[in-house]
């Protein structure tokens, strides 16, 4: 059963720096893709950033230049380095590592950011 663990969130203040770990187990197979979600305050699960296999990487605009999304595919992880944090940032942090249609989540590790 694969399952996904996120760590490192946690509260900063605007224009700090967060590094988000997520490692999955029970992996047989590399993912198509990896990413990260969020979800602020009464709104909807948004996508931040992902990255294929093969390394090509994807990011929202609100996030591009700031943040910075990498993997290491011998530990099964994907990495968002975030950078220059705003308050709007806020939220909660999801890894999601999809093969094919199949997607599977993590627990989500929260992000606060003070202005």
Known sequence: ?????ESGGGLVQA???LRLSCVASGIIFRPNVMGWY???????RELVA???????TNYV???????????????NA??????SLK???TG??????????????????QVTVSS
Not at 61 to 75: E, H, L, M
Request: hydrophobic residues 30%; negative net charge; charged residues 15%.
């Open 1 to 5: 059963q694969v399952q996904l663990v």
């Open 15 to 17: 224009g700090g720096s």
């Open 38 to 44: 969020r979800q602020a305050p009464g709104k909807q």
């Open 50 to 56: 992902d990255i294929t296999s093969g390394g090509h």
């Open 61 to 75: 605009d609100p996030v591009k230049g700031r943040f910075t999304i990498s993997a290491d595919n011998a530990k």
């Open 78 to 83: 994907v990495y968002l380095q975030m950078n």
């Open 87 to 89: 308050p709007e940032d």
């Open 92 to 109: 909660i942090y999801y890894c999601v590592n999809t093969w094919g249609t199949v997607d599977y989540w993590g627990q989500g590790t």
